[in-house]
């Protein structure tokens, strides 16, 4: 790739005065020391266009030291119980405060917002203000805005707070309606990154590029940032190691599936071919019932292509290892299927939640939309693959919605959690809770079903928490 790589002493981007640290440290000094060095000027990357030439030609096979894990679902399953209690021995609460007022918003759950457009709208209903856990610190990111707070729940760093014109919110039924071009916000996509870094993505309307930077969460300084001056290039990009960048394509109908560069020249080293594409002619509507996902678990980044049955690992920017591969027989679907077609009878990944002992995996028979929920066609599976006995099982099969599949937490300070909201980061379990969801989980039809201790743990917290606050549930 053609680049041209700048060293500078102040960022020629201005984000803006609504982008701030607020956690920046004073250094004290001594009469007799000496002024300290000024700070590293950051990297500034402009890329032009991909250079055909790359470093590295892909690798991607089964290595027979560590062969992948087969998933079974044509087979009959057993069902287990599960039990967050058998799987971990130590809960962390930790109580967050909003630091917006409330016409400015707060923390989101079950949220339904409608957006206009010039030309049409476009509406999302179930949306929950998103957590982030990395070294002791917790990112909350939603439609309002971005905060870093530390492990005792205090804020330190006011990353994002978003403008709204002409919005339209009800603190009630948190209910939102906007004009999109009325979203006054520089950057998106924020997430934490190690070494006391956030990353982001935003736009230069003035110069007309993207961007993707990294900031200090200690002092608010620009550590590096990537422009990328040819606008039909993706900035979604995710971190491998300190050195390397993978721009997983978002594109069904691209040749590449995902693309490895050099974070410090954004020099090309690897393109990853894309051998799932489809072979139905697109024509009118069509669905996507699936979609791309990345995680790292032990410093290990993972990738699944949607309607791919196969889990990868990228162990170096050229080589892809099958890690984990699901066998649904004549349930598979495939992404020809998944753009037309009957689906009834299709399996459908909608999560993956894989930790140290265990992974947990909810797919769904149809495809899961409104008119499948109206008609009540679709129907949901949840499997446990325990790591330590190599074994896959049903946890229960009686095809609740994720967002109603309520599992006990019995342990000191545990809060029921709904299994479809869990997430698995920095080597932590964790789920949230608002005063709004902690009503919610009250009327559903499991609740009765839970031991008594834990309904009076959802009452008390309910009864006291604020509506301006975050409970997050931590489990070790």
């Known amino acids: 790739m053609k680049h041209k790589k700048i060293r500078t002493t102040t960022a020629i981007l201005c984000i803006g005065t609504i982008l701030c640290a607020c956690g920046g440290k004073q250094a004290t000094r001594q009469a007799d020391e000496t002024v300290e060095a000024a700070p590293k000027a950051p990297v500034i990357i402009e890329t032009n266009h991909l250079n055909p030439g790359v470093q590295y030609t892909e690798e991607r096979g089964i290595s027979p030291a560590s062969p992948p894990v087969i998933l079974d679902f044509t087979a009959k399953l057993p069902t287990q119980p599960f039990a967050l209690k058998n799987h971990f021995s130590k809960v962390t609460c930790v109580t967050l405060k909003s630091p917006l007022s409330p016409e400015q918003g707060t923390f989101l759950y079950d949220a339904s917002i409608i957006v206009s457009y010039d030309r049409g709208m476009s509406s999302a209903s179930g949306v929950n203000t998103k957590i982030q856990l990395l070294e002791n610190r917790i990112l909350t990111n939603d439609l309002f805005g971005s905060f870093c707070f530390d492990s005792n729940g205090q804020i330190t760093d006011t990353l994002l707070i978003a403008h709204i014109e002409g919005l339209k919110y009800d603190p009630a039924t948190q209910k939102l309606e906007f004009h999109a071009n009325n979203r006054k916000s520089p950057i998106g996509n924020i997430s934490l990154e190690p070494g006391n870094q956030y990353s982001y993505t935003g736009r230069d309307t003035v110069n007309n590029y993207n961007i993707m930077g990294w900031k200090s969460l200690e002092d608010g300084r620009l550590v590096e940032e990537i422009r990328f001056m040819d606008d039909k290039h993706s900035t979604l990009l995710a971190s491998l ?52 996902w990345t995680y790292k678990n032990k410093d290990k980044f993972y990738f699944r292509q949607a309607f791919n049955d196969t889990i990868f690992s990228l162990s170096s920017p050229n080589r892809l290892q099958p890690e984990y591969i699901l066998q649904f027989g004549e349930n598979k679907l495939t ?68 967002e109603e599949f309520l599992l006990p937490t019995e342990l000191p300070d545990g809060i029921p959690a709904i299994l479809g909201e869990l997430t698995w980061q920095d080597n932590k379990l964790f789920t949230s809770y608002t005063k709004r ?40």
């Not at 109908?253 to 051998?275: A, E, Q, V």
């Not at 919610?440 to 499991?446: E, R, S, T």
Request: aromatic fraction near 12%; charged fraction near 25%; proline fraction near 4%.
């Open 241 to 292: 190691d300190d050195s390397t960048l993978v721009n997983v394509s978002r594109n069904f109908r691209s040749p590449d599936m995902l693309t490895t560069f050099n974070k410090n020249s954004y020099d090309t080293l690897c393109i990853f071919g894309n051998y799932n594409l489809p072979t139905v002619k697109l024509s009118g509507p069509y669905a996507f019932p699936e979609s791309n």
């Open 335 to 402: 992404i020809d299927n998944g753009l037309y077609g009957d689906k009834s009878q299709k399996y459908a990944i909608q999560s993956w939640v894989d930790t140290d002992h265990f992974i947990l995996i909810t797919y769904s028979r149809n495809y899961d939309c409104p008119n499948t929920r109206k008609e009540k066609s679709v129907f949901y599976s949840y499997a446990l693959y325990n790591k330590d006995t190599k074994q896959l099982s049903l946890i229960q099969d009686n095809h609740s919605y994720p």
């Open 437 to 476: 969801k902690l009503e919610a989980l009250q009327k559903m039809d499991n609740f009765s079903k839970l031991p008594a201790e834990q309904q009076e743990r959802v009452r008390q917290l309910a009864g006291t928490l604020g509506e301006d606050e975050m409970i997050v549930m931590i489990l070790e």
